[in-house]
């Protein structure tokens, strides 16, 4: 293979890259991509082109770009929040660990989670679930309250992740909250849930909180 269909072929993976995790940042694509001593200048020369050929788009986020497909969002702060919480959780993993299942924008009935995950985190396959709510402070927050509702509805038995082991033991996601303002949990009587500020250090709250 040539180094232009190298990279090319690169190209087309960072497309796709950002279009699962939307408003990645440089420093993300770089680690994943670009993994050696001068991978990340590497790496923002080959998006500075791509975003100069309209491949894909970016736009400032801190110290950094961040980069996705299409328009703009209008969400697209929060968006991004979200990203990076995966990528937080993702790169606290140790060996061995993994993300078997990651959802973004996960349906539910009744509403919408940020996301859904199951982490790996023991040989046999065990380890965590959870529904991801990344707070924004813009509403009045009841999400806790409509996964009370799914909890007691007993709706979920038969999702796919309700017993990935096939243990004969189905359980509820526990619900992590990410917010800067205090969270309710006046009435909340069947879900587990955890609460968090945004930059805290997600695994130790998935594990330990």
Known sequence: MSSLEFGLQRMTRIRAFVAVYPYSKTSVIARTFFDFSTGLRKCRQVLATMAERKVINRCRLGQEYAYFRGPKSSQWVHIAEVTDFHWK????????????????????????????????????????????????????????????????????????????????????????????RE???????????????????YMEVLLYG
């Not at 009045?140 to 243990?167: C, H, I, M």
């Not at 879900?191 to 930059?199: A, L, N």
């Open 183 to 201: 969270i309710s949990r006046y009435g909340i009587e069947v879900i587990r849930v955890k609460v968090c500020r945004p930059g805290d250090n």
């Open 89 to 180: 959780v993702f790169y606290a993993l140790r060996e061995g660990q993994e993300v078997v299942y990651y959802k973004r924008e996960a349906e539910y009935p009744g509403g919408r989670a940020d996301a859904l995950y199951y982490l790996k985190l023991e040989p046999d396959g065990s380890g965590l679930k959870f529904f991801l709510e990344y707070d924004d402070g813009g509403n009045r927050f009841d999400k806790l309250e409509r996964y009370e509702v799914y909890a007691k509805s007993g709706e979920w038995v038969n999702e796919f992740w309700a017993d990935p082991l096939k243990t004969g033991r189905p359980s509820f996601p526990l619900v992590l909250v990410v917010s800067d």
